[in-house]
């Protein structure tokens, strides 16, 4: 079998995903998922068929589709940068609403009436209706070719039959003469005083067009991870050529068994093995994880990692799409293609109710006529019953909730990027917290400091704090910052860095020593006092880092350094079980601290020492024993289960890659904000649920009145106004929303 990605356009809603999958699926040897959030078809298929009969199939359903683009030259083309689709949706949007507010205001005040003003509402609605409604249009003719309906359609439908019931009037009635003026009568009245309807035609074009404006720029944000993802790794690499000289190339020229050189602060370049050199190697962009590791000849080393230390010389062992990079951005879209999108009810119900108003349209248009009425009334009936179905408060129930919960939202500390994953927060029933970053501060600081006997700890930590201070080591800095809030550092003279062993130098005249215990038995000969030992294991077994202090030629404290737990996690995890989801504590540490965390912020559920390309399995396994997943981390590593789990959120703290793969993201870095994100977004869901319900009340009540000839066009279209407004008000309920 063969794989291929393809690129879709044209695609509007999730129904066009479905269709275009259908068609690919019933090719012979071809398995094909679409995904509509990206507009990628990941396709496999089998020998005897072609990639251009890929695209031509496609094609044939009613969209674009393209194949990868070949490889470039990396040192001479640049990425072509995206299309931009909420752009061209914004300028439509901008140029209807400027155009549509007067033919509102004309067509529904009669008091600023004047003498043709009815042919300037044309010339600034046509264009609305033309230009702005355009997309609407083709996709509605894309869709009627392929015997389908959706929202386009009845968009489409309402907007044009308004529209040329307009033009009629204007053209073949007494509606286009000067003078005229169009009143507002709450029933029909028998009278032959024409009508016109575009202000119903401009003002469903335009909140429609603000609708798929939202909806466009939240669809552009899914595919930010896998763009933040990729611009992590080096751009350009000093390779060693003959004779150990550097060249500078780009690393898409970086072949496996290139040797390159990384200097202190340089991220490297590929997945490797270190030639020459020690240091240590900042992993926590990579993993989340705050504790560096020591590396040196003969250890592993992974691409977009940091060199925090000395200078390493890498032989390249994996490249380009093999790294473990590209291998997270992989996990990260096959998440992202693996869940469930959620189709919204009313693109469902409008694949039934469009061809029902339609017909119900043209029964009425007979039932006029053959019960002896004029063309006039007939058609009067007909187009009140497509103007009274016009989804306006259909397209506004998601995005005017959404733009109301986010903002309230942001006020909180929360955003929510999009409608799709607000129906996971009511069915979520486990919560995965990563814990470095989102349960701990993902900072490394000073736990305790124990001394031997007859030694002040204030005198240990001064003088360890001075000579740590000359090191840039995460667990060094931890010291030094700890010291230095208890007085100013001492100068360190003759400082010497020992291969991440340890550090040496002379504080105060005194000969210091902080290292390693290992270090300090078998380079200097120093024993350790019992009772230091017994507090140094204790702290290990907790998953704490002991830092050994030597000076003057013994061994006289041990200081102990941890990842520090927020003062806010454990209100947070008892919120979380309040709202019925049970915690689970996820991360690649060593158990016993894992445990020694969970303990202390009641989380029962621990899994812990797993790898970072292993979290999305342990997400996806807890989804196959019937749970409903929501993650929360906020390390690169935590991408890929981000957008696997049934509910992403992420840390603002943390990683853009943990961000852009998340469903809600917690700004603050505040564990709290987590249950006031779902508490928020189940609100933000009963408010769009209660908007649909409405909307399609609203026309099942009045659709039996119109066909009846009991609501005129007119007031057709200010019943759809009022349904609008309606919808926007329940909506504007968000902003009273609280988190307590």
Known sequence: ????????????????????????????????????????????????????????????????????????????????????????????????AVLTVPVVLLSMIPALQFDNWQWLTLTLASPVVVWGALPFHRAAWTNARHGAATMDTLISVGVTAAYLWSLWALFFTHAGMTGMRMSFDLLPTGSSEPHIYLEVAAAVTTFILAGRYFEARAKRQSGAALRALLDMGAKDVAVLRDGDLETRIPIGRLAVGDRFVVRPGEKIATDGV?????????????????????????????????????????????????TQLAQMARLVTEAQNGKAEVQRLADRVSAVFVPI????????????????????????AAVAVLIIACPCALGLATPTALLVGTGRGA????????????????????????????????????????????????EALRLAGALEHASEHP???????????????????????????????????????????????????????????????????????????????RIRAVVVVSDTI???????????????????????????????????????????????????????????????????????????????????????????????????????????????????ARATLRTIKGNLFWAFAYNVAALPLAALGLLNPLIAGAAMAFSSVFVVSNSLRLRRFSPN
């Open 475 to 553: 667990i060094a800095r931890a010291v030094a910052e700890r010291a230095a809030a208890a007085g100013a550092l001492l100068p360190v003279e003759n400082f010497e860095n020992h291969g991440g062993r340890g550090v040496s130098g002379v504080v105060d005249g005194h000969a210091v020593l902080a290292g390693r215990l290992s270090w300090l038995r078998d380079e200097w000969s120093l024993t350790a006092p019992e009772p230091l030992r017994r507090s140094a294991w204790a702290a290990e077994a907790e998953g704490r880092t002991p830092v050994w202090i030597a000076w003057d030629g």
């Open 357 to 380: 108003v339609i017909g119900l349209a043209l029964l009425t248009l007979a039932a006029w006529l053959l019960t002896g009425n004029s063309v006039t009334a007939a058609f009067t």
């Open 1 to 96: 079998m063969h794989e291929v990605e393809l690129s879709i356009g044209g695609m509007t809603c999730a129904s066009c995903a479905a269709r275009i999958e259908k068609k690919l699926n019933r090719m012979d040897g071809v398995t094909a998922s679409v995904n509509y959030a990206t507009e990628k078809a990941k396709v496999a298929y089998a020998e005897g068929v072609a990639p251009d009969d890929l695209v031509a199939t496609v094609e044939a359903t009613g969209y674009t589709a393209a194949l990868p683009a070949p490889a470039r030259d990396e040192e001479t083309t640049e990425a072509a940068p995206e299309p931009d689709e909420a752009a061209a949706w914004r300028q439509r949007l901008t140029v209807s």
């Open 566 to 680: 927020k003062h806010t996690s454990a209100a947070a995890i008892a919120e979380l079980r309040e709202l019925g989801l049970r915690p689970v504590l996820l991360t690649g540490d060593n158990r016993s601290a894992a445990e020694t965390v969970a303990k202390q912020v009641g989380i029962d559920e621990v899994i812990a020492e797993v790898l970072p390309a292993d979290k999305v399995e342990v997400v996806a396994r807890l989804q196959d024993e019937g749970r409903v997943v929501a993650m929360i981390g906020d390390g690169v590593n935590d991408a890929a289960a981000l957008a696997q789990a049934d509910l992403g959120l992420a840390m603002g703290t943390g990683t853009d890659v943990a961000i852009e793969a998340s469903d809600l993201t917690l700004v603050r870095g505040d564990l709290r904000a987590a249950p006031d994100a779902i508490r928020l």
């Open 274 to 322: 270190v030639v020459s050199g020690t240091s240590a190697v900042d992993a926590s962009m990579l993993t989340g994880e705050p504790v560096p590791v020591e590396v040196g000849p003969g250890d592993p080393v992974v691409g977009a990692t940091v060199n925090a230390g000395g200078r390493l010389v890498v032989r390249a062992t994996r490249v380009g799409a093999d």
């Open 411 to 458: 006020q909180l500390g929360i955003l929510i990027k999009g409608p799709q994953i607000l129906e996971s927060t009511r069915r979520v029933d486990t919560v995965v917290l990563d814990k470095t970053g989102t349960v701990t501060t993902g900072r490394m600081a000073v736990a305790a400091v124990h001394t031997a006997d007859g030694e002040d700890d204030s």
